[in-house]
């Protein structure tokens, strides 16, 4: 079994900063994709970044410059950096990965999450 534990969120005042992280753990036999969504209440979730193996990363547009999705590939754990934080950045972060397990490794890249780690930016 595979497991995506979220750390890091909390209040913030605006112009604050939070770390997020996402450790995945289990019978992991490769992580492809790694990325951050969030869900504000009476929205969907929309993707925050996306990060590859090899660290090419993609950015949500009112995100970009503020946040930075970064990986550690022997830690199976990737991270989201929130600077100039905004009250509209408030929602569930969620983590999410695609992984292939020992059981898994000639089968496509399943799809995990986290839990959701709460974010509240507001003063």
């Known amino acids: 079994q595979v497991q995506l534990v979220e750390s890091g969120g909390g209040l913030v005042q605006p112009g604050g900063s939070l770390r997020l992280s996402c450790a995945a753990s289990?019978?992991?036999?490769?992580?492809?994709?790694m990325g951050w969504y969030r869900q504000a209440p009476g929205k969907e979730r929309e993707l925050v970044a996306t990060?590859?193996?090899?660290?090419?990363?993609n950015y949500l547009d009112s995100v970009k410059g503020r946040f930075t999705i970064s990986r550690d590939n022997a830690k199976n754990t990737v991270y989201l950096q929130m600077n100039s934080m905004k009250p509209e950045d408030t929602a569930v972060y969620y983590c999410?990965?695609?992984?292939?397990?020992?059981?898994?490794?000639?089968?496509?890249?399943?799809?995990?999450w986290g839990q959701g780690t709460q974010v509240t930016v507001s003063s």
């Open positions: 289990g019978t992991i036999f490769s992580i492809n994709d």
């Open positions: 990060i590859t193996r090899g660290g090419t990363t």
């Open positions: 999410n990965a695609l992984i292939r397990t020992m059981a898994t490794i000639t089968r496509p890249y399943n799809d995990y």
